[in-house]
């Protein structure tokens, strides 16, 4: 047995078979990265089997490598032995002075094993190496030609469980393109016409009836019960004592036959005389179930029994779309499904049903129960689901691909679970069928709506960066959410890597880290993706993503929780994500906060560049003094002027931080009263003979009018511009501390149409704000002293300052249970 070129102690001969006309061998490494020794991987072995098996003639004996007695045994059954990403040597050695040759399914494999040696001994020989694939791998070997051995290995994952988590990933990527497509069909008015849509192929067929043929009958059975029917007219010639009331066709019957009408004594006045005819048409209203709704049902169910009976041949003759034969238990089975669509075509009921002749364009197909499902079920059986792109082409094996497909899919049916979806591109139709355009060459979103707030939420797939300074950017997962109040979204990249360092023992992530996680280099990935995606304003650039987190197949959520790449999370907005069908809670957690949280916490949350947060801190105390005007002259010979002069006594306490003034209109002296405008302090002099204050203004700015509603200002006082731009009415002005403003934020995600209610109706004698209501949507907020109450007509709650400051989502969440 030739060795492997890069062997280690632990590489073992895993196979080997024996046949009259060669010997086989295979060796590798019976264990997987996860396993630091053949030691190890004994000792805490997974409790699965392998499937191998070999079929072929002249095979003299078949031995498998035991992981307990480490040694070559006859045939049992075994743990796993072979991984994805693994590299097994393979040598075939022949008998006498036999040709051998190799064959796979797969190009890359095929090429892979070669002659070595010169004729008439030539070995066979090569490595066989399986990258990110798992599942069923068969390889044949020829002897002269003619083919002697079929050997099937099965591969197994070394991230996930494969009985749990990869089957799992499988249903659930299925389970939802398929959800998404009946989401599609509802919202979709579609005719049937009676020509054949493209064909399936028989595979896809037989998977596709045997999980949606139940669903049909079921249809087909609600319809025999409440079947759409019609009143169908018939017109009868009787004599004229029997005529009853006539409708139209009776009447113009008779108007067209006056010779009819004979004199009677109870007849009808005619000119002074009564008459009657003495035949004429009575109308029979019956109900006919022979409608264009039932005859398209029928047309389905003889179509589908054609397309099984057409399936049952493939499958007693056997095919190259399924390589074993007979199928004599599928055989059975379809045959049960052509029986029970036959015999329900044979009742009293669906023979009674004629042969349609013509397209249905009928709203008893989308709407009518019964007839909805059964044609949903048909859409699916006869076309099914044509997978465009990197999604077809994607074997089933491929668990990378599918991993990165399921992270997009699952984010997306998180999110359907709490918010209704708005829109998708995932699932769409043209003349051929339904079509799935998920693959890595196009854009696929989902867009979603808050049920409260009214605001977006947009998953996007392989989403485009656009143009950069520097280097495109695509990953894989991008969540943009946007806030009420705000006119930029907040972008969060989710990037599927299917990569776990296992933190062996004596690594150097293993001493850096102590427990499995993502790689460094993904990590360093998503730094690149929060600096690189940028856009320009007026030829500066900002970033718009607040955070990148890699997503990885793990399963130890609780252990993760103290890794450094989860803790970063917290402090710098990148990091990583176990995330598994079993292992979805912190991604579920985390996503559930991003979209609750108001867009003040998410901002504060955003790494900036050095100096932005004294910048910011600095226009954030920017003041604003807000003087009282008396009268129309004062006004004009202000805005003429651009000089305000202000005394002593109506200057508020701080004028002298003010770098702005908006001059405030009473309603008692105004029609248009309130605030609409203000202007930048560019000089103040102090007049110590007219004792007061000259201030030089610069141009002035326009607000929307900030409306008094029952307040007013005796003279002057100091707010922020932040309050200024935000108000819609005089008390917002008064928001001072971090309680009041993260409530009205919150109010704000709710409502527009925030009312502000101060404990003094003059705003320089109020020391705080009584209370807040949301008028649309009926939530108040009383301000105690101790604590907060949020109520409703549904119920109402109580909360502590703290918790209003800094655990914004709690009270959020509080006002939603309650609405």
């Given at each position: ?76 059954a075994v743990p796993p032995l072979f991984f994805e990403n693994g590299v097994y040597q393979l040598v075939v050695t022949p008998k006498g002075e036999t040709a051998l040759s190799f064959d796979h399914e797969h190009p890359s494999l095929k090429k892979a094993i070669s002659q070595v040696g010169k004729s008439p001994h030539q070995l066979l020989m090569g490595n066989l190496s399986f990258i990110n694939e ?686």
């Open positions: 047995m030739v060795s492997h070129p890069s062997g280690t102690a632990d590489e073992r001969e895993l196979v080997e078979i024996e046949t009259d006309q060669f010997s086989l061998y295979i060796k590798g490494k019976p264990y997987h990265t996860r396993y630091e020794s053949l030691k190890q991987y004994k000792a805490i072995q997974p409790h699965e089997t392998m499937h191998f098996s070999v079929h072929g003639s002249g095979i003299e004996s078949i031995k498998v490598f035991d992981v307990q007695k480490e040694q070559l045994v006859q045939h049992t798992v599942g069923y791998s068969t390889f044949s070997i020829y002897a002269n030609d003619k083919k002697q051995l079929d050997v099937t290995l099965e591969i197994f994952p070394t991230k996930l469980s494969y009985k749990q988590d990869y089957q799992k990933l499988l249903e659930e990527v299925n389970e939802e393109v398929y959800n998404l497509a009946y989401h599609f069909v509802k919202k979709t008015y579609l005719g049937a016409t009676t020509t054949q849509t493209v064909d399936s192929s028989w595979s896809e067929f037989y998977r596709l009836v045997m999980q949606y043929f139940q669903q049909f009958q079921k249809a087909v059975s609600q319809i025999e019960n409440q079947p759409h029917h019609q009143l169908k007219k018939e017109h009868r010639l009787v004599r004229g004592d029997q005529l009853k009331r006539q409708d139209a066709k009776g009447l113009k019957y008779l108007r067209k036959r006056p010779g009819l009408f004979v004199e009677a004594q109870n007849g009808i006045n005619v000119y002074h005389k009564n008459r009657m005819p003495v035949k004429g048409l009575n109308v029979k209203k019956e109900a006919t179930y022979d409608t264009l709704e039932n005859r398209f049902v029928k047309w389905m169910m003889v179509r589908l029994s054609h397309k099984l009976n057409g399936l049952r041949h493939v499958l007693e003759g056997g095919s190259d779309y399924f390589s074993e034969k007979p199928y004599q238990d599928k055989v059975e089975i379809v045959k049960g499904m052509e029986k029970d669509l036959q015999r329900k075509l044979s009742s009293p009921f669906w023979r009674t049903i004629g042969k349609l002749d013509r397209s249905v364009m009928s709203l008893v197909l989308q709407m009518a129960p019964g007839y909805r499902d059964a044609y949903q079920s048909y859409l699916t059986l006869s076309r099914g689901l044509v997978l465009h792109g990197e999604l077809s082409k994607m074997s089933v094996k491929d668990v990378a691909t599918l991993y990165e497909y399921w992270t997009f899919l699952k984010l997306g049916q998180m999110l359907a679970l709490k918010y209704p979806m708005v829109s998708q591109d995932i699932v769409k139709v043209n003349r051929d069928g339904l079509f799935v355009t998920l693959d890595q060459s196009k854009t696929a979103k989902r867009v979603f709506r808050h049920p409260h707030t009214d605001e977006k939420i947009t998953l996007h797939f392989q989403k485009h960066s656009g143009q950069l300074p520097t280097v495109r950017q695509k990953p894989d997962s991008m969540l943009s959410i946007e806030k009420v109040g705000k006119n930029h979204t907040y972008e969060y990249v989710f990037d599927a890597k299917y990569r776990v360092d296992f933190a062996a023992e004596g690594s150097y992530y293993g001493r850096v880290y102590k427990s499995p996680g993502p790689l460094e280099e993904d990590i360093n990935t998503m730094h690149r993706y929060r600096d690189a995606l940028v856009e320009g304003k007026g030829g500066e650039f900002e970033r718009y993503t607040f955070g990148a987190y890699v997503l990885f197949p793990w399963g130890e959520e609780q252990e993760y929780e103290q890794h450094a790449f989860y803790r970063s999370i917290q402090s710098v907005n990148i990091g990583g994500f176990p995330f598994l069908p079993q292992s979805t809670s912190l991604v579920e957690r985390f996503l559930d906060r991003l979209i609750e949280c108001s867009p003040q916490q998410l901002q504060e949350e955003g790494i900036l560049p050095k100096g932005t947060l004294d910048e910011w801190k600095t226009q954030h105390e920017e003041k604003v003094l807000v003087v009282k005007i008396n009268s129309e002259e004062e006004l004009k010979r202000m805005i003429q002027s651009g000089h305000i002069f202000i005394t002593d006594e109506r200057l508020s306490k701080d004028w002298k931080n003010a770098n702005y003034v908006a001059l405030y209109k009473p309603k008692a002296t105004f029609e248009d009263g309130g605030i609409s405008g203000y202007a930048a302090i560019k000089d103040m002099t102090i007049s110590y003979k007219n004792g007061g204050v000259e201030i030089a203004v610069g141009s002035w700015r326009k607000l929307r009018t900030i409306r008094p509603v029952g307040y007013g200002i005796r003279s002057s006082i100091i707010t922020s511009r932040t309050n200024l731009l935000e108000a819609e009415e005089l008390p917002q002005l008064f928001m001072k501390s971090s309680l009041e403003k993260q409530l009205w934020h919150v109010l704000r995600r709710f409502s527009k149409q925030v009312h502000v209610e101060l404990d003094h109706k003059e705003m320089e004698e109020a020391k705080h704000i009584a209370s807040f209501e949301s008028l649309s949507k009926g939530l108040k907020v009383d301000i105690g002293e101790e604590e907060v109450r949020v109520s409703s007509e549904k119920g109402a709650f109580i909360f502590s300052y703290e918790e209003c400051v800094y655990q914004v989502n709690k009270v959020f969440k509080g006002m939603i249970s309650i609405l």
